[in-house]
């Protein structure tokens, strides 16, 4: 299974477990990201348990685990688990919607908002904390405030982190400014 940017589960364990002899003693952060990791909960899992019994071992002293998504499958089974383990999820959203669905799509064209939505209310009904990730574009940049204030206030997201600008074949899409 070596397609292209799908890692198969012996590159994983060969590079979690370097990653670990890297930092033996520490407190780690693992942040599983790249296309749509949650495809890949297999691995979620595997890594899971292997920081589990190296921490448990004493190899490590604690870790944090992180998973940037775009949330639209995360239905009720996967955010128990999540919830029990910890983990943090930071879902990708750019706006309400209509700002959202702009550059938020799946192959057929339409919107990843309503399912996204889904996705969020399963994390917190399951005791999650949400946390959001937002990637200034040019259908949001003169909006921002409004949307970290609607993000807060009308869907309880407690943290919001910004991507930087993303890079174009014309440039990047939004001024640096």
């Known amino acids: 299974d070596k397609k ?12 979690m477990d370097w990653f670990v002899s890297q930092n033996k003693g520490r407190d780690l952060i693992v942040q599983y990201f790249g296309g749509e990791p949650l495809l890949r909960m297999d691995l979620i899992k595997k890594g899971h348990e292997m920081l589990k019994k190296v ?14 998504t775009n949330g639209t499958i995360i239905d009720k089974e996967m955010a128990s688990y999540f919830a029990k383990n ?19 799509v799946y192959p057929n064209g339409n919107g990843s908002y309503d399912m996204l939505m889904n ?22 940049i003169d909006k921002f405030y409004e949307i970290v204030k609607f993000l807060v206030e009308e869907i309880g ?9 993303q890079p174009t074949i014309e440039g990047w899409d939004i001024d640096g400014n």
């Open 4 to 15: 292209k940017n799908n890692m198969d589960l012996e590159t994983f364990t060969e590079t």
């Open 119 to 140: 996705g969020v209310n399963n994390f917190k009904e399951a005791g999650g904390s949400l946390s959001a990730i937002m990637t200034p574009t040019n259908d949001n």
């Open 86 to 104: 910890n983990f943090t999820i930071n879902f990708s959203i750019d706006g309400w919607k209509e700002i959202n669905d702009k550059n938020r």
């Open 157 to 165: 997201f407690n943290e919001i982190s910004v991507n930087t600008p």
């Open 55 to 68: 921490k448990e071992e004493g190899a490590i002293n604690t870790f944090t685990e992180e998973i940037v």
